[in-house]
């Protein structure tokens, strides 16, 4: 990582998670019930933050939750 920024994430999250897209253009942050998306390229990436996923209630085997974390 040679540009070094801080990303101020607020999450209620038990657990965490981090992954950066295959182009190195996108950071994908997971917590308990969400994914969101962060633009590396934008001027503003804090500012670019996108949900792209919310924990919906599936459960298979019933009472086991399919968290994102």
């Known amino acids: 990582m040679y540009n ?3 990303i101020n ?3 209620t999250a038990y ?3 981090a992954a950066i897209s ?4 996108f950071l994908y942050i997971s ?3 969400y994914i969101y998306q962060y633009d ?3 001027e503003d990436t804090e500012g670019s933050k996108v949900l792209v996923a ?3 209630g599936f459960e298979s085997p019933a009472n086991f ?3 994102f974390f």
């Open 65 to 67: 939750g399919t968290r």
């Open 15 to 17: 657990f965490a998670g």
């Open 4 to 6: 070094p920024r801080v």
């Open 54 to 56: 919310e924990y919906d």
């Open 22 to 25: 295959e182009n190195s253009r």
């Open 9 to 11: 994430y607020n999450d």
């Open 40 to 42: 590396l390229e934008a």
């Open 31 to 33: 917590s308990y019930r």
